[in-house]
């Protein structure tokens, strides 16, 4: 896989949240949202697993209430290298709850969480305790008198007030270890709001669409969205919003980042559709394939092209390619043509069979080249 980009990146400052660095430069983190009951800890630690397993780098947890706070202190007792952001809203005795708890951030709007000395208090404990902030505008929980001024518009220009609102109290408190998001449901207002922002501050950006909707239509909504900020160098850290298990979230962020070329992180399937042409159900192969091979991790380039017109050219360009031919396909590895061609009924099991050989393979190449590295530095 070609991980080259031409992406210039904007230039950010350098937060943390627990050990994953977010901005200057640091690769594009990406997160997600548990949707369990956080006060149901078996549930919610076991999802934080399964969002770990599939690449997640940041987890993002709900805290409503003080039942919620104390669960989260046992829930970060047994999640172990997963940063955890505790979401807070209106109680600031939440924040300084997880916060002793060991929250590696706190996502906040400081201007709801009461009057000017608890605003302080919360601010002075991340201090206090080394850990991050993120301001979260919301399209669908803007301050009154905003939403008063604009007439109920949730524009590009309410959420940017909104946000600058906030930074300016973190600013005139000193703190700056903070990131900032300006979420719409709108592609185009959330495109406008970020890149207003952009132009202002020099924090860290968290960018995302907002309640994006279901699988089909949120992901198509997420990826113009971030895919369109990505591509002007926008953006330190993702998050998709869709109404379906979070696990998907995190497949369609690390979509987009390889898209871009970015990330690489899994398994690129290259495709066709499928026409008359095809030697065997191309459909049939690759949805069943990406849903056998969905634990791997290993970056790679697959591709199932049921003829021989795009077929062999699109091989040679992967790590591992099948081109349909009658009865019997042709088999590529690393753009070289196998001597042994596979038979159409068993392309499934065979092309898992090579990509998980593969996946061990370039694994542990890479596991040598970096204790190569450290040894000789």
């Known amino acids: 896989m070609n991980n080259f980009t031409n992406i210039v990146r904007r230039k950010s400052t350098r937060i943390y949240i627990g050990n994953v660095p977010i901005g200057d430069g640091a690769p594009i983190a990406v997160q997600s949202m548990v949707n ?8 919610t630690v076991a999802q934080i697993n399964a969002l770990k397993k599939a690449g997640v780098d940041i987890v993002r947890i709900s805290i409503p209430t003080m039942d ?25 005795r939440i924040a300084l709850k997880v916060a002793e708890y060991g929250a590696d951030c706190l996502r906040i709007n400081p201007g709801n969480i009461g009057n000017n000395k608890r605003i302080r208090s919360v601010v002075h404990c991340a201090q206090d305790k080394n850990i991050s902030i993120r301001i979260g505008v919301n399209s669908g929980s803007l301050e009154r008198d905003l939403q008063k001024k604009y007439d109920g518009n949730p524009t590009e220009n309410v959420l940017l007030e909104s946000a600058m609102r906030h930074v300016d109290i973190l600013d005139k408190l000193n703190f700056h270890q903070f990131k900032v998001s300006v979420k719409s449901s709108d592609v185009l207002i959330t495109i406008q709001a970020y890149r207003a922002l952009a132009s202002k501050i020099d924090q860290p950006l968290h960018i995302g669409l ?23 160098g926008i953006g330190d850290t ?37 026409c008359a042409r095809q030697e065997f159900n191309v459909i049939n192969v690759v949805n069943a ?14 591709s199932i092209i049921g003829c021989v017109v795009n077929g062999p050219g699109e ?18 590895e690393d753009g070289i043509r196998q001597q042994k061609r596979c038979d159409n009924i ?28 450290i040894i000789n530095n």
């Open 238 to 274: 993702i998050r998709i919003s869709l109404a379906t298990d979070p696990i998907e979230e995190v497949k369609v962020a690390f979509d987009i980042l390889r898209a871009l070329r970015i990330r690489a992180h899994g398994i690129n399937f290259i495709a066709c559709p499928g």
């Open 36 to 43: 369990t009951r956080t006060t149901d800890i078996l549930e």
């Open 346 to 373: 068993s392309i499934i099991e065979e092309l898992e069979r090579r990509i998980r050989a593969k996946s061990k393979l370039l694994d542990q190449n890479n596991h040598n080249t970096t204790l190569s590295h």
């Open 315 to 332: 091989a040679l360009k992967s790590t591992i390619g099948v081109a349909g031919a009658r009865n019997k396909s042709g088999i590529y």
């Open 68 to 92: 919620a706070a104390e669960a989260f202190k046992i829930i970060k007792q047994q999640v172990i290298n997963t940063p955890l952001v505790a979401d807070i809203h209106f109680d600031y």
């Open 289 to 302: 394939l990406e849903e056998k091979v969905s634990d791997i991790t290993t970056p790679m380039d697959v």
């Open 210 to 232: 907002t309640e994006a909707g279901a699988l089909r239509n949120g992901t198509v909504k997420s990826a113009m969205a971030v895919g369109f900020l990505l591509n002007e």
